[in-house]
């Protein structure tokens, strides 16, 4: 005989009615073969749940309830515990997900997760003013954690997909390349004055090779072959808090790209043998002995290693006194004064990028020089001189026809 509710209508299996009026409807999730319960306040609404969790069941989506709560907070721990990250990209990828994400959708459940929920995240986002590429960076973190919870089965499809697809954030600003001219007026600068002059030989080093700042205070005297005139590039020197305070790290190369040997040209060669000469001059002896490397070469007054802020100063002082100095001249010759722009260790780093390239450099031996892991990363800068270069040839023909 047929079990019937409080109503008279017949209950299917698995479907019973409390003594509170209370709908249930028991069944086994078998993927996990868990015994699952679900509940509402009437039987339509009861069968309503009922076929959802039958499509679910039919398509291998798990249903255990302790699943379908699970936040998105608690997905990206999983997702962390799933890779394996070096120190330094474990603790930004932690940071940027606490600073952004943790307090806007972290506390959302996953089967509630909507592209619409993600893309208003991201609106929200350009709206306070953040680049594009933080925006960019965000989505590197949501979008695998919810492929994790696809391949779990979990759920269906990934809500992240396609979501990057609206003009999020503020552009990448235009990357501050010296010209030449631009160059000559830095060593000119830095050359005549008595406080800036002895970063000569790394300001050389710097537009010369081309590297990170982490390469560049990390070098070690070892790390110089003067006999065979070979720089061996092969970690970094990070200043980071990995739970301990902040202090110096050694970081190795995350690509084969980044573990390089760069032969020196005799500049190069020049600037090493002088800055030699400026540590012994100064008094300045490397104290400090970071996880195994030592013997530092370019150095603070204390003989620790230049901090990757400390480059970046003094490049800010050294653009500030020329242009004050600049200002000043103008102002008597009554011209309109040159300024230098600002510029950072990374603006260097592509200045020299783009001089090589402007050289006529093999495509492929630039990108071994400069440690990109990516031929596209180099191919942007040769596509920027090409681009110029183009339009002034067509200028060109365009005065020539013209008879200008």
């Known amino acids: 005989m047929a079990r ?62 302790a699943i379908k709560k699970m936040t998105l907070n608690t997905l990206f721990e999983r997702y962390m515990q799933t890779r394996r990250f070096y120190d330094s990209t474990k603790i930004n990828y932690e940071n940027m997900w606490d600073i952004h994400v943790k307090n806007e959708l972290g506390n959302i459940k996953i089967v509630q997760l909507r592209p619409s929920h993600i893309k208003t995240f991201y609106n929200k986002m350009s709206e306070q003013g953040y680049a594009n590429n933080t925006i960019k960076y965000i989505h590197t973190l949501l979008y695998p954690a919810l492929e994790l919870a696809v391949d779990d089965d979990i759920i269906r499809k990934n809500p992240a997909k396609n979501t990057l697809s609206g003009d999020y954030g503020e552009a990448p600003k235009e990357k501050e390349i010296l010209t030449m001219e631009q160059q000559e007026r830095l060593f000119v600068c830095v050359c005549g004055s008595p406080v800036y002059n002895v970063y000569i030989p790394m300001l050389t080093v710097m537009l010369e090779l081309g590297l990170r700042c982490g390469e560049l205070i990390g070098l070690t005297w070892s790390d110089v072959d003067m006999e065979k005139k070979e720089i061996s590039v092969n970690h970094q020197l990070i200043y980071k808090d990995f739970g301990d305070g902040y202090k110096f790290h050694i970081n190795t190369p995350k690509t ?57 100063n003094v490049l800010y002082n050294i653009i500030d006194a020329y242009n004050k100095t600049e200002a000043g001249k103008a102002e008597k010759e009554r011209r309109t004064p040159v300024f230098l722009p600002k510029i950072s260790s990374h603006s260097l780093r592509h200045t020299a990028c783009t001089n090589m390239a402007k050289r006529g450099m093999n495509i492929k031996i630039l990108q071994y020089i400069m440690g990109h892991a990516h031929s596209d990363v180099t191919m942007d800068v040769y596509n920027h001189i090409a681009g110029v270069k183009e339009v002034r040839e067509e200028i060109i023909k365009y005065e020539k026809a013209v008879g200008v």
């Open 4 to 65: 019937k509710d409080s109503k008279g209508r017949n209950l299917r299996t698995g479907e019973s009615e409390r003594k509170d009026g209370i709908y249930m409807y028991r069944y086994t999730d078998v993927k996990s073969g868990k015994r699952q319960a679900i509940y509402a306040g009437d039987l339509p609404e009861l069968r309503e749940k009922e076929k959802q969790i039958a499509k679910d069941l039919d398509d291998n989506i798990l249903t255990d309830t």
């Open 256 to 312: 084969k790209a980044g573990n390089r040997i760069i032969p020196m040209s005799q500049v190069v060669q020049r600037a090493f043998t002088e800055q030699k000469k400026i540590n012994f001059m100064l008094g300045r002896h490397s104290i400090e002995e970071i996880e195994g490397y030592s013997d530092f070469i370019f150095l603070a007054k204390t003989g620790r290693p230049l901090m990757p802020s400390a480059v970046n």
